[in-house]
């Protein structure tokens, strides 16, 4: 995945050794079922450089944190302060789609993953957004369902930080004040215009756009051991830890 003298990493693993490294110690963070990416994230995290995290991973046997449906009180709470979103459409204007594909009404594709969403986008303290690919099917003038919106009416409270979206490509986040997304970064072997053109609308890159610091092997190292041994022993997505978290030398 990485060029160069980076070590070689799969999208996923680029993703989460990502994710890791903007998590802040003594958060309490979680995520849905079905998000091995996620749980992984935090877990590298909890291993590296936040070791006081609390975590919450539904769908993992030991470490849900026995909270269910809970998790939603927990962020109206205000005691969530970090929460995992992916999403198949995401515009302009800061709208991300998790629900359908094509007319609404009559839909192409009706998609699982609007359970909650929408909520906790809204209450959480802070939403990394994540996307394992990058292209104009995904970044889109226009969603074609609003599961969550980046802007609101100023009498909608709501924490301040910014949604931080994590691809294939780029670290973006979305200014809510300039009602824009901004590049933070753009990964090792990709350019500027790799970016633009795979996005459907325009973008606030900084000239030069700082380089993504690259997974090391240190990271890659304990995402493949510690990590993986120990989604496997807690029946935290083991089946997937087992197969894409491979144990091997970097």
Not at 3 to 9: D, E, H, I, T, V
Not at 18 to 39: K, Q
Not at 90 to 100: K, Q
Not at 205 to 227: K, M, N
């Amino acid at each position: 995945m990485m060029n160069g003298s980076s070590p070689a990493c799969s999208t996923e693993e680029l993703l989460i050794v990502l994710m890791s490294r903007d998590i802040r110690d003594w958060e309490t963070c979680a995520c849905g079922a079905l998000s091995m990416i996620p749980a992984a994230s935090m877990l590298l995290a909890e291993a590296t450089t936040a070791p006081h995290i609390e975590t919450i991973i539904l769908g993992s046997e030991e470490l849900s944190g026995n909270l269910g449906k809970d998790i939603h009180f927990l962020a109206q709470r205000g005691k969530l302060d970090l929460f995992y979103h992916s999403a198949v459409q995401f515009d302009v204007e800061g709208n991300f789609n998790l629900h359908v594909l094509g007319d609404p009404n009559a839909p192409d594709r009706r998609l699982p993953g609007g359970y909650g969403s929408g909520l906790i986008s809204y209450t959480a303290k802070r939403i990394f957004f994540f996307r394992t690919e990058h292209s104009t099917r995904t970044f889109v003038p226009k969603v074609d369902f609003v599961s969550g919106a980046s802007v609101t009416p100023p009498e909608i409270k709501r924490a301040p930080e910014p949604f931080r979206l994590y691809t294939t490509m780029a670290v973006m986040s979305f200014d809510r004040e300039a009602a824009r997304y901004s590049v933070e970064s753009i990964h090792e072997g990709f350019t500027v215009e790799d970016v633009r053109e795979n996005t459907g609308f325009d973008l606030d890159i900084p000239e030069p756009c700082p380089v993504t610091p690259p997974p090391s092997a240190e990271e890659l190292h304990t995402l493949r051991t510690e990590v993986r041994e120990r989604m496997i022993a807690t029946g935290t997505y083991p089946e997937w830890a087992e197969s894409a978290l491979q144990a091997q030398p970097v």
